[in-house]
């Protein structure tokens, strides 16, 4: 699903009927076993603007570092869309040249 746009992990809670526990402990299984192509929108407080882009973790933080304010805007989570197409054209030259 995360092929399709932009998820919160609110909205995969709500979309697949898990509990938003659940789904972040899903999305860190993800993150391994995408790596590169797992792509995360940093969290941002609604309150100063600030984002936190160098965020490690899926968890959303539960308030601003600079402000204090606990409105924040849940991260986003999706799939880095594979444009190159490098290893599908790797997978077909390596499968003429058998
Ligand atoms: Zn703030």
């Known amino acids: 699903m995360l092929d399709q746009g932009e998820w919160t ?3 995969i809670s ?14 860190g299984h993800i993150m391994k076993s995408l790596r590169g192509d797992f792509r ?9 603007g600030f984002k936190f882009s160098k965020r490690k973790s899926v968890q ?3 308030r ?3 402000c204090k304010n ?7 989570y999706f799939r880095r ?5 490098k290893k599908e054209q790797a997978d077909r030259e390596s499968g003429e040249t058998q």
């Open 9 to 11: 992990a609110g909205e």
């Open 14 to 27: 709500r979309a697949v009927h898990i509990p938003q526990k659940e789904v972040y402990a899903h999305l």
């Open 40 to 48: 995360m929108v940093p969290a941002e407080c609604l309150a100063c």
């Open 60 to 62: 959303s933080p539960s």
């Open 64 to 66: 601003c570092p600079l």
């Open 70 to 76: 606990e409105h924040i805007k849940d991260p986003a």
């Open 81 to 85: 869309a594979t444009g190159t197409g």
